[in-house]
């Protein structure tokens, strides 16, 4: 079992920047590959980047490529969303998940945090 728990969310104006960060506990976050989810009211969970177990392969959604960077530090058990041009599209709530193995479907993903909520003000 892995507890993860997001943290870095908040009220932003359009173009301001965010770091994101999930923090593991239970189990070493080194075993995982980890995702960053996001979902806006009405919405489905949609995903937004991924990172191998070694952070050697990163995945990311068209609408952040080039804007979001995730990063891993699996000594201080943590992961990191880097969210720059923020955009009032982006505003949802920020899920992290963990995987056995690189993903980009939430059905992939065996644990989740309980999300943080980023806005976006244009």
């Not at 490529?65 to 699996?74: A, E, L, P, Q, Y």
């Amino acid at each position: 079992q892995v507890q993860l728990v997001e943290s870095g969310g908040g009220l932003v104006q359009t173009g301001d920047s965010l770091r994101l960060s999930c923090r593991a506990s239970g189990r070493t976050l080194g075993s995982y590959a980890m995702g960053w989810f996001r979902q806006a009211p009405g919405k489905e969970r949609e995903f937004v980047a991924a990172i191998s177990w070694s952070g050697g392969s990163t995945y990311y959604a068209d609408s952040v490529k080039g804007r979001f960077t995730i990063s891993r530090d699996n000594a201080a058990n943590t992961v990191y969303l880097q969210m720059n041009s923020l955009k009032p599209e982006d505003t949802a709530v920020y899920y992290c998940a963990a995987s056995f193995l690189i993903a980009t479907r939430p059905i992939e993903y065996d644990y989740w945090g309980q999300g943080t909520q980023v806005t976006v003000s244009s």
